[in-house]
């Protein structure tokens, strides 16, 4: 009753369970890790273990997902998410700017950090960004990737034992990383994050305001990032780059190792 009372009615953000892995005295950076869609902060471990020891880290679970709380009647959208981001960045009484970089889902969290609280951010760094552009003309015979994938989520969403069930086949057989974890428990959380935050979302517009660095990292193998969409933004944007793996959607394999080193040289450079 509190709890509803405090965060439903209230609005009061919750605070985030959240893992301080390298701390110093001394920091040259703070970086903030946040997970993409079904997964909890565990996902950067491999990330975090090629990091120097004088980066400060910190990893989040998102609300809905980890050990964070799980409301059943909250939207998953990046607003809630960045609120809550923001809550745990000043319970953890942290110096800003710091460096964000997020996965798939936490990417679009990652952007509405930036839109949300400027002063806060120093750059961003986005794996596997799903930027989807909202377009009511396109053809029908000649549909944009971001349509085709855009059904695909709305049909899973409408279907989620369904997805249940391919989800539990895809974790038995080691297809998605092993952070991963959706079952009836946690389900309504990721479905109402797909919906709210991916589905319908508005990041690929509000990513074009943002001034400050900004560095994209895609694997050639992923099949649900737009690749077009990417390119537009690194054409138009002097702050935005866009780097090429051979990997697929997850953190892991060469993806790791182009994120640490990404990070790392944001961090050398003075961003």
């Known amino acids: 009753m509190f709890d509803t009372i405090t965060h439903r009615w209230l609005r009061v953000p919750y605070t985030l369970y959240s893992r301080i892995l390298k701390s110093t005295k001394k920091p040259v950076a703070t970086v903030l890790f946040i997970h993409g869609i079904g997964n909890s902060g565990e996902v950067w471990n491999e990330v975090i273990d090629k990091l120097p020891s004088n980066i400060k880290v910190v990893t989040i679970d998102l609300l809905g997902f980890g050990q964070s709380p799980r409301p059943s009647w909250e939207v998953y959208g990046v607003k809630t998410q960045a609120r809550s981001v923001l809550a745990t960045f ?51 015979f000649l549909p944009r990737g971001d349509v085709v994938l855009r059904n695909i989520y709305k049909t899973a969403s409408q279907h989620p034992e369904q997805f249940l069930q391919v989800a539990s086949i895809a974790m038995r057989y080691k297809l998605i990383n092993n952070v991963f974890n959706v079952n009836k428990d946690n389900v309504d959380s990721y479905m109402s994050a797909l919906e709210a935050a991916i589905i319908n979302q508005t990041s690929f517009d509000d990513v074009k305001k943002l001034k400050l660095p900004i560095h994209i990292i895609r694997g050639t193998l992923d099949p649900v990032v737009v690749v077009r969409n990417l390119d537009e933004l690194q054409r138009d944007k002097d702050n935005i780059r866009v780097s090429a793996v051979i990997a697929g959607h997850e953190v892991k394999g060469r993806m790791v190792k182009a994120v640490a080193d990404a990070i790392q040289q944001a961090t050398s450079v003075g961003l």
């Open 90 to 140: 000043l319970a953890l009484r942290l110096r800003g700017p710091i460096i964000i970089v997020g996965h798939s889902l936490g990417a679009l969290v990652a952007v509405e950090i930036a839109r949300r609280y400027p002063l806060v951010v120093r750059s961003l760094i986005l794996c596997s960004p799903p930027f989807y552009q909202l377009r009511d003309d396109e053809k029908k």
